[in-house]
C-alpha cells in the first residue's frame, strides 16, 4: 500500500495553527484532518467524530495498552492519541492526512512514519502570542501563564521540525503552508514506486 503525505503541524495555544490549518484543508481537496481520540471534555457544539472522537480515560488507555494507537499524549491534563487504522484507511483511499498535535505526539509519529513532514507554526514574537492569548477572553491569568509557559517550551522543539512558519501575517503563512504541503506530494520516499515503475516500463 503506498504511503500518502503525513503533513503534522505543531504550535502552541494561540498562534493560529487551527485557522491557517482550517484554510490549507479548504484548499487541498486531497488532504483530510486526522481525527484523534481525546479524554477532554466536548466544548460547545463540538460534535463527536468530527472535532474529535471524545472517549473515557479508561477506554483511551484501555486503546493505549492495547497498541491502538501511532501516538498519544497526556496535554493539560488531558490524553490524545492518534488511531493506527484512521492512517491505514486514508492511505488506503488515497488521501493525505493533516495531523494537528502536540509535539509530543509529532515526536512518536515521526517514529512511526519516518517519511511524514513536520511543521512548526511560531509567532513573531511572544508578545504578539500574548495578545492573543489575551484576546479571547476566557482564560484566567494562570491559564495564560501556564499556555505562554507551554508555548516557550514547545517552541524550543524546533529543532525536531522539517519547517517553521511564522504566522504574523496570515496570508504569507498560508502561502508557505501551501507551498510545504505541495511540495511534500513530491517527496522522494513517496515517488519512489512510481519511479520503479517509471523505469522499469
Known amino acids: 500500500m503506498a504511503q500518502g503525505v503525513l503533513l503534522i503541524v505543531c504550535g502552541p495555544s494561540g498562534v493560529g495553527k487551527s485557522t491557517l490549518c482550517g484554510a490549507l484543508l479548504d484548499d487541498r481537496p486531497r488532504l483530510t484532518l486526522s481525527v484523534s481520540y481525546t479524554t477532554r471534555d466536548r466544548r460547545g457544539d463540538e460534535v463527536d467524530g468530527e472535532a474529535y472522537h471524545f472517549v473515557s480515560?479508561?477506554?483511551?488507555?484501555?486503546?493505549?495498552?492495547?497498541?491502538?494507537?501511532?501516538?498519544?499524549?497526556?496535554?493539560h491534563g488531558n490524553f490524545y492519541g492518534t488511531s493506527r487504522e484512521v492512517i491505514e484507511d486514508t492511505f488506503r483511499q488515497g488521501k493525505d492526512l493533516l495531523f494537528d498535535i502536540d509535539y509530543q505526539g509529532a515526536r512518536q509519529l515521526r517514529t512511526v512514519y519516518p517519511d511524514s513532514t513536520a511543521v512548526l507554526v511560531a509567532p513573531p514574537d511572544m508578545e504578539t502570542l500574548e495578545e492573543r492569548l489575551r484576546g479571547r477572553g476566557t482564560d484566567s491569568e494562570e491559564v495564560i501563564q501556564r499556555r505562554l509557559a507551554a508555548a516557550r517550551h514547545e517552541l524550543s522543539q524546533y529543532e525536531l521540525f522539517d519547517y517553521v512558519v511564522e504566522n504574523g501575517a496570515f496570508k504569507h503563512a498560508l502561502s508557505a503552508f501551501r507551498a510545504i504541503y505541495d511540495a511534500a506530494q513530491h517527496g522522494r520516499s513517496l515517488r519512489k514506486g512510481w519511479m520503479e515503475e517509471l523505469l522499469n516500463s
Open 57 to 75: 480515560e479508561r477506554d483511551f488507555l484501555e486503546m493505549r495498552d492495547a497498541g491502538a494507537f501511532a501516538e498519544w499524549a497526556e496535554v
